[in-house]
């Protein structure tokens, strides 16, 4: 393993992730975004009649939607100057060894090959707007686990299933940023877990955004059936430009009867990111998803994955964690609607604003009136590590139910002098001490993250702690 | 505090405030303006519809003699007493004092009142007080208006009763504002018992200089729509501020609350605690927000909430933000949000009480403390009225709960 290489993660820093390829020889649409360029991306990819006329129609609400007046600014980000599709000269491989050598390299950098060998049941890799590698093992597939690109899914026997599921779970018109990937996605994964099928290892995508100016629309579907088990990990990352990127992917998973799925991810965007992401899952009857979700790259985040629990005793876990630095304004946290009886959430998450960075914790909780004998128990604990950042909780919790228990609590503070006396009094640096209180602070998310991502994780922390004191 | 002057701690006069000239109601003929209000500092999606609250402002007639003021201290009324308030404020503040409603509404409701007060109250060692009924006996409109400044070192207690009698409609507000000084201590308590018929608007400003300490002690129990706006300016240092709010909401009551504890002075404290009871097909929305201000050093602010609900109708709404712009604070929430525990539930059923009669028992025992809370005999026999009205019962004698 070069030393160059991130897996196994024992030597992380942002330079590996702040490497840049070049764009040579790839397509980009024109800057900006028309009816024409939305029929150009449509064009390219063969696309059946009704996605071709979904896209335009999305356009047409994205144009006559306003942008959010709740959260962060996005004054930065001009859609006049966004490419929304860039394809690398590729096809989608299945072998790595027949991917092109820059962007195998990219990969590898990022530890994804290695990491495919070492754990997971499959992997897809996106680069810019087209998947370039998507491969999942033989003996996962044998038991009818389908994984593969969405595109190609959509050319194939599951195109109705396909078109059944596509943004029904988050329409167009849920917000401006739906509206735009629906009129400008491209790539991303399908997984179809059939019935009772459980899968041993994890199953992985990993979204890379290399070319400048460019915005990336990956859209996943996960279709989890009765009393299947699925752990999908996301992961993203991009070089550092001088100009706005932008991240408007779409999840949409659905969780069948006993069913269960844990969806990890660790996002790492380079901080001239704008990353307005949606997430959303529907939970049928006795079935559970859990998220498990680290941000810590980004400009700017607008990020907060939705769990409708639509099924009697359907639950949901989210745990989080969020740190905002240096130029940062991540604005994350979940929703939550328990529409069916006896149905229970937890979430749990935990942020940091460092060095004028401002992390904001915003979430909905929504007990509806079939939801009788819910249970709701939300935790969200800040911490700020100096005087020039910022840290708000912006929790809403709408209850109108019989017979429900919710619980919210929140804290914000510092590290306590204590603390830190304790540790320094026994030989412990300022820095270290305090790197550790923030590691100990973290620890409730980072062990529910593959043990690679919860290295990374700690190491993030690690790096973002240097010069935190003094 | 001695700060510089700023004519703008008075909300400067103006014409009326711009309003939505919408039908509030489908059946209405006469297009009936309406008020947003109760914005709160940070707001979150609009789909939730807890950003703020709309409330239909129509142009009522002043119920006559509705709002009675009593003291120890001499108080100025009319264009004098604003005047001197505002004067009186030059020196101190350098601020508009917000009262948590917005500036529209805070502004309809001074160009409404149909009383206005201003008071001075004094350092000399006594414990002032001053006493405000709002008690319509006619349908219409009875609004105060009351502006304070405490001096430094002094106290006062200000009671506020707004109540109603059976039957009738109309809109009852009050619009206070305090500027409590330096080592001032300031207790308000207040008590609101309207009948179903009336609909109630509260907006109370306040700012604290140097090692002020104001109380706040409300007891919503009345009304069918209650709209409750707060905001301290908590500036000065080690100042505190501590809102206990109870309410009980009945029937279809509406209740909206927006609280705003802005913390601005190093080592200040405030605490906002709301409990209340649901019944019926009651809702209620509290925004709460807990505001840690740069440059508040070691200031602690504290939200907690209970709310129970008694019935399957009933909706409950919290929005309890924390917004820190400083490291060296500490700021906490908790709130739990359910309904009587089933084995509660059971264990009275088991003994003979139906589920209506631990409803009302509920009921009953918010109407209690409200009872054994308040200190005059007229706030007494306000809560015993409410009680008659609404439980069928009176408070001060021991009939048989169990039936």
């Known amino acids: 393993m070069s030393e160059q290489q991130k897996a196994q993660i024992d030597d992380v820093d942002r330079s590996m992730y702040d490497f840049k390829k070049s764009e040579r020889g790839y397509e980009r649409v024109s800057e900006g975004l028309t009816p024409d360029i939305v029929e150009e991306i449509s064009a390219k990819k063969n696309e059946p009649t009704w996605m071709r006329d979904f896209r335009l129609k999305s356009l047409e609400i994205y144009n006559n939607m306003s942008v959010p007046d709740w959260g962060p600014s996005i004054d930065g980000l001009d859609m006049d100057h966004i490419v929304t599709y860039v394809k690398p000269n590729t096809d989608q491989k299945s072998d790595w060894e027949h991917v092109p050598d820059d962007i195998k390299d990219t990969f590898e950098r990022l530890g994804i090959p290695q990491a495919e060998r070492s754990y997971l049941a499959g992997v897809g890799a ?44 988050v329409p167009p018109t849920d917000h401006k940023f739906a509206a735009l990937h629906g009129a400008v996605w491209s790539g991303g994964s399908f997984v179809y877990v059939p019935a009772g099928v459980t899968l041993d290892f994890p199953l992985q995508s990993y979204f890379r955004l290399n070319a400048k100016g460019a915005g990336q629309f990956e859209h996943t579907l996960i279709i989890v059936e009765d009393d ?94 969020t740190f905002a630095g240096k130029g940062q304004d991540l604005d994350t946290g979940c929703k939550v609607v328990l529409a069916a009886p006896e149905t229970s959430t937890s979430v749990q998450t935990k942020s940091l604003s ?117 | ?117 201003s008071l001075d109250v004094p350092a000399d060692g006594h414990d002032h007080q001053l006493d405000i009924d709002i008690v319509p006996r006619l349908d219409g409109r009875a609004i105060a208006a009351t502006d304070i400044v405490v001096e430094p070192d002094a106290h006062l207690t200000v009671t506020i009763r707004i109540d109603s009698p059976e039957g009738g409609a109309g809109l009852t507000g009050s619009r206070l504002r305090i500027v409590a000084l330096d080592r001032s201590v300031v207790e308000i308590q207040q008590l609101q018992t309207l009948d179903q018929g009336w609909r109630h608007i509260d907006a109370l400003g306040i700012v604290e200089a140097d090692n002020a300490r104001v109380h706040v002690d409300q007891l919503v129990l009345g009304s069918s729509e209650v709209t409750m706006g707060l905001s301290s300016d908590v500036r000065g240092y080690a100042a505190r501020c501590d809102v206990d709010t109870r309410y009980l909401g009945q029937n279809a009551t509406k209740i909206d609350f927006n609280y705003v504890l802005h913390q601005r002075g190093k080592q200040t404290q405030c605490t906002l605690i709301a409990n209340g009871i649901l019944t019926g097909h009651a809702s209620k929305l509290l925004r709460g927000t807990i505001d840690l201000v740069h440059g508040c050093k070691g200031s602690v602010g ?28 500490q700021g906490d929430h908790g709130a739990t949000i359910g309904h009587i525990n089933p084995a509660q539930m059971e264990y009275m059923q088991t003994r003979g009480l139906s589920i209506d009669r631990i409803e009302h028992l509920f009921v009953r025992s918010t109407l209690d403390y409200a009872r054994a809370h308040v200190a005059s005999d007229a706030a007494r026999t306000s809560i015993d009225a409410l009680a008659k009205r609404t439980i069928g019962e009176s408070l001060d004698d021991d009939e048989e709960v169990i039936r």
């Open chain 2, 302 to 329: 504290r939200e907690t909430e209970t709310v129970l609900l008694t019935s399957e109708h009933a909706v409950n709404k919290t929005i309890p933000v924390i917004l820190c712009d400083e490291e060296d604070v």
């Open chain 2, 1 to 117: 505090m001695k700060t510089n002057a700023d004519t703008s701690l008075i909300n400067q006069a103006s014409p009326r405030p711009a309003m939505n000239n919408q039908i509030s109601s489908q059946d209405s003929a006469i297009p009936v303006p309406t008020l947003a209000i109760n914005r709160p500092p940070a707001i979150t999606w609009h789909h939730l519809a807890m950003n703020e609250a709309c409330v239909s402002a129509p142009a009522l007639g002043s119920a006559k003699d509705a709002v009675t003021y009593k003291s120890d201290i001499t108080y100025a009324t009319g264009d004098r007493a604003l005047a001197a308030f505002k004067e009186a404020c030059k020196s101190y503040a350098s601020s508009t004092i917000e009262t948590g409603v917005g500036p529209d509404a805070d502004q309809w409701l001074a160009d409404q009142a149909t009383e206005y007060v």
């Open chain 1, 228 to 321: 299947a088990d699925l752990h999908f990990i996301e992961g993203c990352s991009a070089p550092k430009y001088n100009v706005a990127n932008l991240h408007a992917g779409c999840v949409e998973l659905y969780v069948g009867k006993r069913a269960h799925l844990r969806y990890s991810t660790i996002e790492n965007w380079s901080k001239n990111m704008y990353n307005l992401n949606t997430k959303r899952a529907m939970v049928d009857e006795g079935g559970s998803i859990e998220w498990v979700s680290g941000s810590f790259g980004s400009h700017v985040s607008y990020l907060y994955p939705m769990s409708i629990l639509k099924g009697r005793k359907s639950s949901c876990d989210f745990t989080g964690i």
């Open chain 1, 126 to 169: 996106q680069y810019d707007s087209e998947l370039v590698y998507h491969n999942v093992q033989d003996s996962v597939a044998g038991e009818g686990v389908v994984y593969s690109g969405i595109e190609e899914a959509l050319h194939g026997e599951y195109a109705d299933l396909i078109r059944s599921h596509f943004m029904h779970l």
């Open chain 1, 354 to 470: 460092k060095d004028g960075g401002v992390s904001t914790f915003r979430s909905g909780v929504t007990v509806t009136k079939a939801a009788e004998h819910a249970n709701v128990s939300v935790s969200c604990q800040s911490l700020m590590l100096d005087d020039i950042s910022r840290s708000d909780t912006i929790p809403a919790m709408d209850v109108r139910a019989e017979h429900v228990n919710v619980g919210h609590e929140a804290s914000i503070g510092r590290i306590g002098d204590d603390m830190m006396y304790y540790l320094m009094s026994r030989g412990i640096s300022e820095s270290e001490a305090s790197t550790m209180i923030v590691n100990g602070f973290a620890n409730p998310v980072s062990k529910e993250l593959p043990l690679e991502y919860a290295v990374e994780m700690n190491n993030l922390i690690k790096l973002e702690m240097e010069g935190a004191i003094g």
